[in-house]
């Protein structure tokens, strides 16, 4: 399975949870020690593919933040991602985070929605026409919501419950709503964790959630990708992050597959 990463995701770019020291080093020592995994360099998306979605008065005040460089890199990461997940399961290992950006503002250390560019990138080069986005960070993704909420042709689902087996019960509803979808995109928070600001998932849940993915695309004869959103106990993130790529890569068989 490839995973798109740059060595400038470990840099702190802001004071926030997002970009603490460690982070993504974190998830990195674990994911290196997995020979099934390939690991690209991210590259940067056009000024195009943000405007898509995005003001331009929003993209010029990340620009004044001196934050575009990163935040174009992270969204080109998902561009490639979904590329990639058209035939293969992938994730973006990318910062900062995307899915508390709407159109014209962005909170919660989010800058560019990096899973909407992607999803639309794919739609307007007419790689796909329908489309899943499954949130499964602690957080609801307003920002993704907001941009692609009202398409008629995007289906978008933020779990949200007070125990588990509810939770995973509403992630198989979700996808098992639809069918004929062309790709199904993960944004993958994992501060849901019951180590983590959510204290409710196991990490076999992610697992699990990842192999539920997987199926769905195998059965509507689509892909999937997931994107890097939040997650903050660095004690657990690797191993968390894992347990999704594993789950994605079941069903698939032969080289790549995981030995687990």
């Known amino acids: 399975m490839k995973i798109i990463y740059h060595h400038v995701f470990t840099n702190v770019y802001d004071s926030d949870p997002a970009a603490a020291p460690g982070r993504m080093e974190a998830i990195m020592k674990v994911l290196a020690e997995q020979e099934w995994l390939e690991f690209l360099e991210a590259k940067a998306t056009s000024r195009e593919d943000i405007a898509a979605l995005h ?3 929003h993209i010029s ?3 004044r933040e001196g934050l575009y460089e990163i935040a174009a890199l992270a969204a080109g990461g998902a561009i490639q991602a979904a590329e990639i997940g058209l035939s293969e ?4 290992l990318v910062r ?5 950006a709407s159109a014209n503002k962005s909170w919660g250390f989010c800058h560019f929605n990096n899973i909407a560019i992607a999803i639309s990138a794919l739609l307007r080069r007419r790689r796909i026409r329908r489309a899943m986005i499954l949130d499964i960070d602690l957080h609801f993704g307003d920002g993704t919501v907001n941009l692609l909420g009202n398409f008629s042709n995007i289906f978008i689902c933020n779990p949200d419950a007070e125990r588990r087996a509810n939770y995973l019960a509403q992630v198989e509803g979700f996808l098992k709503s639809q069918t004929g979808i062309d790709i199904i995109g993960i944004s993958a928070g994992f501060d849901n964790h019951h180590a983590d600001w959510g204290g409710l998932l196991e990490t076999s849940d992610y697992r699990r959630i990842g192999a539920l993915v997987k199926k769905t695309a195998t059965t509507n004869g689509g892909g999937c990708f997931a994107v890097l959103e939040g997650g903050y106990n660095h004690r657990v993130l690797g191993e968390n992050v894992l347990a999704l790529l594993t789950g994605l890569a079941e069903g698939q068989g032969g080289v790549g597959a995981p030995k687990r």
Do not use: K, R, Y
């Open 61 to 63: 005040q990340v620009v």
């Open 89 to 92: 399961p992938c994730l973006a």
């Open 55 to 57: 003001t331009d008065f």
């Open 96 to 100: 900062p985070p995307g899915h508390h």
